[in-house]
């Protein structure tokens, strides 16, 4: 079945390290897409690539990095130097003009 | 310091009855709306769109009513099950990008 896969689905991050959230889809979707999901918050863009090797900044980028080396894969880093990781991360696919499909989710604790 | 969440809006609902969901949006450009239902701790799925040149469409169980001049869009749930039980919002397009509302928290009461 197609689908865009998150991994892992729960993650616990110390101070100062960085973690890296996957995203995998096998959709052939063009373009990929992250977000973060705060409660009683919408949904808050922090990059998205629409071709390989190329990305671009959302909303919210600071304090996060990505690659797209590959079509079907999207990996977000999220670094020390974001200040408050703790979110439920989504990461989501789409062909031009339609609807994302989105990922399960990556929930991101700071410990 | 910790931020702290809004609260989102509710909705509770009696097994069978009909729901209506409400969304405005804010871009008078977009074109297109989708309506989202997400489970606690999974992702969005997509359930109804509907282009800027219609003004209703209609699913399996639900229809989204558009008034472009309010800017207001509206999820109607026909006969609503306990699996309806989740967040609902709302997706408009303006260009190249989505831009996403909070939600409305719907619960069925069986």
């Known amino acids: 079945d197609g689908g865009i896969t998150q991994s892992p689905k729960y993650l616990f991050r110390k101070e100062g390290q960085n973690v890296t959230l996957s995203c995998e889809q096998n959709?052939?979707?063009?373009?990929m897409y992250w977000y973060r999901q705060d409660p009683g918050q919408g949904l808050r863009l922090i990059y998205y690539?629409?071709?390989?090797?190329?990305?671009q900044k959302g909303d919210i980028a600071e304090g996060y990095s990505v690659s797209r080396e590959k079509k079907e894969s999207f990996p977000l880093t999220v670094t020390s130097a974001q200040k408050n990781p703790t979110a439920f991360y989504l990461c989501?696919?789409?062909?031009?003009?339609?609807?994302?499909?989105f990922g399960s989710g990556t929930r991101l604790t700071v410990v | 310091g910790e931020s702290v969440g809004l609260h989102l809006p509710t909705l509770s609902v009696q097994e069978g009855d009909n729901s209506i969901i409400n969304c405005a949006y804010s871009?008078?450009?977009?074109?297109?709306f989708i309506w989202y239902k997400q489970e606690s701790g999974k992702g969005p799925q997509f359930i109804i769109d509907?282009?800027?040149?219609?003004d209703k469409r209609q699913g399996q169980r639900v229809t989204v009513l558009l008034n472009k001049t309010v800017k207001h869009l509206s999820l109607q749930i026909a006969a609503t099950q306990p699996g309806d039980s989740a967040v609902y919002f709302c997706?408009?397009?303006?260009?190249?990008?989505?831009?996403f509302g909070t939600g409305t928290s719907l619960t069925v009461i069986p």
């Open positions: 989501a696919s789409s062909v031009t003009a339609l609807g994302y499909t």
């Open positions: 959709l052939n979707h063009d373009a």
């Open positions: 690539s629409q071709i390989v090797n190329d990305f």
């Open positions: 871009n008078s450009a977009s074109d297109y």
């Open positions: 509907i282009r800027s040149n219609m």
């Open positions: 997706a408009e397009k303006p260009g190249n990008q989505f831009y």
